[in-house]
């Protein structure tokens, strides 16, 4: 047999080390881009010293451990929860099929025979008819929960299609759930480096705010006054989304759980802004609880 030539050699060691480094940069995708970068370039350090001491590349990736192994030691250093990202879609996924089955029993015992705030569509039919139809939205929601990893994200944005679909030509009381599913899609993305940015929180307050900002156009409008209570109800949002900007978990906690509440009350105060109450209800509920995990649990890193 042929001996393997010094070129040769050295063609299959750089292949070795690229081999190496391109596993681990996929498996640190999760880091920073300084800590992903930090990190590689002690990798390279390591297969040059290797070649210096006269081990082969296969020696020093021996002495890194597979990549695998050798990412896990990594995240586990630099304080990172591998996770994190995971956590926060499925808490978001199954509050998102919470929504949907919670929509379900309310519009089951509130409009047996037929629903009728459908924009394009209104389902008529009779009680069981509209059970199943109301708990489309929840098997639809659970879908990203239940495929295999690699198929995710393709059935995620199919679910954000059809829920958002559903929302505006069926059954407009399904918003929530779809928001909930769309924040379930942007905020592991935006929270998987740690905390998100200033801008995020300041476009969170900014969307709080919108309910108050239909109380006054409507009062500008002549279509309510503008009573001790309906200030109330306007001062309240503002006051959520001032509080939202503050750089914590808790403040999310807060908002979320007066998002349940206006949800809950809602179901018990029907009335002429009925729907208007449901999506605020919603949009509290997604905001705060996308800012609670967003800045939940974070250490400190010690790589730079």
Sequence with gaps: MRRATTTEGTTMNADTEDTYLRDVAKRLRALTPAQRSAVLDDVRAHFADAAEAGRTPEQAVEGLGDPATFTRRVQAELGHDADRAGRIRRVLQWTAVAMAVFTAMFETFLWPDGMTFGLFLPIQGDGFAVVLWSLVPALVAALPLVVPARARTATTVVVLAALTALALAAQMTFVPTAMLAWAALIVPVIARHGRPAPAWRIAGGVLLMLP???????????????????????????????????????????????????????????????????????LFLTVGLSHALAHANLRRTGRA
């Design 212 to 282: 108050s900002a239909q109380l006054l156009s409507g009062a500008l409008a002549g279509s309510w006054g503008m009573d001790a209570e309906a200030m109330i109800y306007t001062a309240v949002p503002v006051g959520l989304g001032l509080l939202l900007l503050v750089g914590r978990s808790w403040p999310g906690v807060v908002v979320a759980a007066f998002g349940a509440g206006v949800l809950v009350w809602g179901t018990l105060d029907l009335g002429m802004l009925f729907l208007l109450l449901w999506w605020a209800g919603g």
